[in-house]
């Protein structure tokens, strides 16, 4: 099977879009990091205060759908449900 990778970035187009990611995300990368098929997940802030780097990592197709599934329902997916995402999601051996 092949490993799921997502690489880009969270785009906040103000601070208040900042301030809820920066208030969500704590929790959010909690549960992320606590589901089956996990392997990585990391969001950090850049130097742009709007601007941050998200990198995941999930042992499959299946795993990262069902990531996909639990972030759409959760209070983080409705939170910043309005905020650009800019990434690439490749497979890996």
């Given at each position: 099977?092949?490993?799921?990778?997502?690489?880009?970035?969270?785009?906040?187009?103000?601070?208040?879009?900042?301030?809820t990611?920066?208030?969500?995300?704590?929790?959010?990368?909690?549960?992320?990091?606590?589901?089956?098929?996990?392997?990585?997940?990391d969001?950090?802030?850049?130097?742009?205060?709007?601007?941050?780097?998200?990198?995941?990592?999930f042992?499959?197709?299946?795993?990262?759908?069902?990531?996909?599934?639990?972030?759409?329902?959760s209070?983080?997916?409705?939170?910043?449900a309005?905020?650009?995402?800019?990434?690439?999601?490749?497979?890996?051996?």
């Open positions: 099977m092949s490993q799921i990778k997502l690489a880009g970035h969270l785009l906040c187009a103000n601070a208040g879009e900042a301030s990611v920066a208030s969500h995300l704590p929790r959010h990368i909690e549960l992320t990091r606590a589901e089956p098929g996990c392997l990585s997940f969001v950090q802030p850049t130097d742009d205060p709007f601007v941050w780097t998200v990198a995941e990592r042992t499959d197709q299946t795993a990262f759908s069902a990531h996909q599934a639990r972030v759409r329902a209070e983080w997916g409705r939170a910043t309005g905020i650009v995402r800019d990434h690439v999601i490749t497979t890996e051996p």
